[in-house]
């Protein structure tokens, strides 16, 4: 170890531009992961705060909440496989608040178990965005599919559906408001039963079917699997270049008894200090940055994903560094003292 530190401390130069590009490289990958984490809880926070179970929408829908109409029959099948039943029912609309504004929102009503909050008839409880909009408890809105008013009872904290705040209605305001009694969703704390006519889903299936959430997260996470790669290749690069410069030292060590897990060792410390300390100047950077980020940007960065990242980097660091070390393991004797000669 202490030659490695000298090795270092010998070209420090060479290494400290190792570990910008590596800060740089990890910096991006959680800035990256938490806009992930902060743009699926801003699409679907409404199904990510739900307990695990199931949901069951109409076969016929293909997917497609909106499309969904389950029938009395069904809901009978299913009150008798399960307990605690959530009947649920998701619309995109608007409302226009006291002074003419129009409002874009998603109506959501709910039936049974006591999973979201409940609002009276003619009444709405609105997501805290819209507070932030100017909309007031109290206030009356209005929305062109039902006849009269609705007053604003409350506000609910982050509960949002892709991408638009919700309005939680009573069910016979949003009867009217769909023209139909049927329910769209049946949601269960259990594990899935057959049913005729239904389609079963996880939690992370039905999450799947909104297209917004699966394709906004598939781009985000392909970008960072490819920063994931491109820092186990410049590990990989960098290594396979300084070992191939002291090619004629490790023959040299070889010579006078020094074994070649010995030289792996070596390179291995190498790439766990300079690793280790890129990880903590852009971890530190990067929870700086979730306190100074605004609200108006969803952005979410745990101490799990963070530690899961870096844990990442670790191992795809000493992945790329072991791969460049294989000309170390090559390498004779003979060979520095020819070089030497040379």
């Not at 109290?138 to 009872?153: A, H, K, Q, Y």
């Not at 008894?257 to 300390?277: A, C, H, N, R």
């Not at 990242?309 to 004797?333: C, D, N, R, Y």
Request: no cysteine.
């Amino acid at each position: 170890m202490k030659i490695a530190i000298q090795e270092i401390l010998k070209n420090k130069l060479r290494y400290s531009i190792l570990g910008i590009i590596i800060l740089l490289i990890a910096f991006l990958t959680l800035a990256i992961s938490g806009l992930a984490r902060g743009l699926s809880y801003d699409n679907a926070s409404l199904i990510l705060d739900m307990p695990e179970g199931t949901f069951y929408m109409e076969e016929a829908a293909e997917d497609k909440h909106n499309f969904s109409a389950i029938s009395d029959v069904q809901i009978n099948n299913l009150n008798d496989a399960h307990d605690n039943m959530t009947l649920m029912s998701i619309q995109m609309g608007e409302v226009e608040d006291s002074s003419g504004q129009a409002h874009s929102l998603v109506f959501v009503t709910s039936e049974g178990h006591e999973i979201f909050p409940k609002a009276a008839q003619n009444e709405l409880l609105l997501d805290g965005s819209l507070q932030d909009e100017g909309i007031q408890s109290g206030e009356e809105v209005s929305t062109r599919l039902i006849s009269d008013n609705l007053t604003v009872s409350g506000f609910t904290e982050q509960q949002t559906y892709s991408h638009s705040p919700a309005a939680f209605i009573h069910p016979n305001d949003f009867s009217e408001l769909v023209q139909s009694d049927a329910s769209q969703i049946v949601f269960v704390e259990d594990e899935a039963a057959a049913i005729d006519g239904l389609t079963a889903y996880s939690n992370d299936e039905f999450l799947n079917t909104l297209p917004s959430f699966s394709s906004e997260q598939m781009s985000l996470n392909m970008i960072t699997y490819f920063l994931y790669a491109i820092s186990g290749l410049l590990f990989a690069i960098f290594f396979y270049m300084i070992n191939v410069q002291k090619l004629t030292t490790f023959g040299i060590l070889k010579a006078v008894g020094v074994k070649t897990i010995t030289l792996f060792k070596m390179m291995w410390t190498q790439m766990i200090l300079i690793t280790i300390i890129a990880l903590g100047i852009a971890v530190g950077i990067s929870q700086l940055l979730v306190m100074v980020m605004p609200d108006a940007i969803p952005f979410q960065l745990t101490w799990e994903v963070t530690l899961f990242t870096s844990a990442v980097f670790m191992i795809i660091g000493f992945i790329g560094a072991t791969l460049s070390g294989i000309q170390i393991s090559k390498v004779e004797p003979m060979y520095a003292i020819n070089q030497g000669g040379a």
